[in-house]
């Protein structure tokens, strides 16, 4: 898919990020994750981008997010596969690459992690891992690989593939300036966790659209909310937060890391066999499974 084709597919849509399930050998397991995805497919999103924060990348080697973009292509059908991609530097270009050869449409690029960058080794960065592939790159603006306005522009004028910008950081301030300064050029995508509590806000900075990780067990929940963001049906999204989004915060809050272990709890819940999380994260206890439940019972 060309980039620009991918960039005009996810500017205005629903994104989710599909768990990626381990077997009780820790080893990824395929076929639940398939069986996820077709029913997913079944709802209308812009797109699901496979092994990403929600699907435990940071967890994953270079070859098993492979492995997932290569089982991802093979249910998806003519939708775009995006897969997240990280690391340092050489790794992620080694990892865009084979990303493509598999069969991937994008790539959502995540932090370097651990140490501190200046801002020109972030472009420097981004640039190489643009450079090393021919798909689509969506840039995620959050911990240690943050970018400027001005440096989003440089970057856009030397990367033709760079298509897309997300915010994970809660800075409105130079969400706003990249909007404002780079208008069409890019896709806009609000990342902050549970980000439906924050979506609002950043409409109002530019940015038109989300990423849902509660998509993955109540996806008419999800899109119940999303229509009424993208009709500026304030009330709605209001009640909706008050009922469902809070409360799911609440469970999500009681622990370090659960922003992916609840979600997956809920995958599982809903009867796909999700597996475990991967350490350092740790799974809900059996109290707290049964707030999940309660809490996807009262969204039906």
């Not at 970018?147 to 990367?159: P, Y």
Request: net charge negative; glycine share 10%.
């Amino acid at each position: 898919m060309a980039p620009n084709e991918l960039r005009e597919i996810i500017r205005h849509g629903l994104l989710s990020f599909p768990v990626t399930p381990f077997d009780d050998q820790d080893r990824f397991n395929a076929k639940p994750f398939q069986d996820h995805l077709e029913w997913l497919a079944s709802y209308p999103v812009a797109g699901l981008i496979v092994a990403g924060g929600t699907g435990e990348m940071f967890s994953l080697t270079p070859g098993e997010v492979v492995d997932v973009v290569r089982a991802a292509r093979a249910v998806s059908g003519d939708a775009p596969v995006i897969a997240g991609c990280g690391y340092g530097t050489r790794i992620a270009c080694d990892m865009a690459r084979d990303i493509e050869a598999a069969g991937g449409d994008g790539i959502l690029l995540l932090p370097h992690y651990l140490t501190e960058a200046p801002a020109d080794g972030v472009a420097d960065r981004i640039r190489a891992v643009c450079n090393a592939t021919n798909m689509g790159v969506i840039v995620y603006n959050r911990g240690q690989a943050r970018v400027s306005a001005d440096q989003l522009a440089s970057l856009t004028d030397e990367c033709p593939n760079l298509i897309g910008f997300k915010d994970g950081t809660g800075d409105i301030d130079t969400v706003r300036r990249v909007t404002v300064t780079l208008g069409d050029r890019l896709s806009y995508i609000g990342g902050m966790p549970t980000h439906e509590l924050f979506a609002q806000a950043y409409k109002g900075a530019g940015m038109p659209t989300y990423s849902s990780a509660v998509f993955n067990f109540v996806p008419e929940t999800a899109l119940k909310f999303h229509a009424a963001f993208m009709a500026g049906d304030n009330a709605t999204c209001e009640a909706m937060l008050r009922d469902f989004y809070y409360p799911f915060a609440r469970i999500r809050d009681r622990k370090t890391g659960y922003a992916v272990s609840a979600v997956k709890a809920g995958v599982r819940l809903l009867g796909f066999d999700a597996g475990p999380v991967r350490a350092p994260l740790t799974d809900l206890t059996e109290e707290e499974m049964a707030m999940m439940q309660t809490l996807i019972d009262s969204a039906r």
